[in-house]
């Protein structure tokens, strides 16, 4: 059954020129409440750019960012995440030398408003009771007071999930969350997202072919800085452009 609801997100002919490069060129499409929607395409498509056009750490060229109907076009990262946007990234960014706790403590003190933000830490309860809540949720119970320097690759992903969770954001952008993970981290991780989606929509950038197929609701495909398709998972991967494009490669690769 097609949903009436309106999208969550939509992003109308979003495009970012540095210099003679086009590097996002006219994208459009829309991510439904709840929903998860993928983007993928070859190295170098421009799906990292377009989050961070959608994220506000890139000012956009030309087009519109529109969240929960508000024009949000150009916005800087600490307003969308205020707004109710936050997003991980393609490189893990922790507090290498704080611990996990710490680390998630630090996301979740934004619960408490600016009012409350030179307060002690002890009186800062929202933000204490989210913190052990996503402990639990992300099960990094043992880990809790370990460096997060320490951790393994697949713990620290996981934790970075968890920190970009810790504000209750409406929307989560996630960039190549299972990048460098084992098979049985992957197998986690995708389990995980599953379990997020519905009380939160998700936006996804990821290799993992398989996986995708198996999360979306939603694919956009890109190519070379502008958008070749989008639809369901299986439409999409029917699409002849789609697999001479980059089902082609990555199954030669």
Excluded: W
Aim: glycine fraction near 8%; charged fraction near 20%; hydrophobic fraction near 45%.
């Amino acid at each position: 059954m097609i949903s009436t609801d309106p999208p969550i997100l939509s992003v109308r002919d979003l495009s970012v020129r540095f210099g003679a490069l086009v590097a996002v060129n006219a994208v459009s499409f829309d991510a439904m409440r709840g929903h998860i929607t993928s983007v993928i395409g070859p190295n170098g498509a421009g799906k990292s750019t377009l989050f961070n056009l959608i994220s506000g750490a890139i000012r956009p060229s030309s087009g519109r960012v529109v969240f929960e109907g508000q024009d949000v076009t150009g916005a800087p990262p600490y307003r969308m995440l205020a707004a109710g946007l936050s997003r991980s990234f393609q490189i893990t960014n922790l507090f290498f030398e704080l611990s996990v706790y710490e680390n998630l403590r630090l996301a979740a003190q934004f619960l408490e408003g600016a009012t409350r933000a030179l307060k002690p830490v002890s009186r800062s309860r929202l933000a204490q009771e989210r913190v052990e809540r996503l402990i639990e949720q992300f099960r990094l119970q043992h880990q809790a007071h370990e460096l997060a320097g320490y951790l393994s690759h697949g713990e620290q992903r996981r934790l970075e999930i968890a920190v970009a969770l810790a504000c209750r954001p409406r929307v989560l952008l996630l960039d190549e969350p299972t990048q460098g993970m084992s098979h049985a981290d992957t197998a986690e991780t995708e389990e995980m997202i599953k379990s997020l989606a519905g009380e939160l929509s998700i936006l996804l950038i990821e290799h993992d072919v398989d996986l995708v197929m198996n999360l979306s609701d939603h694919v956009v495909v890109m190519h070379q800085g502008a958008k070749l398709a989008e639809g369901p998972p299986a439409e999409v991967r029917a699409n002849p452009a789609v697999q001479a494009a980059y089902f082609g490669d990555a199954h030669h690769a």
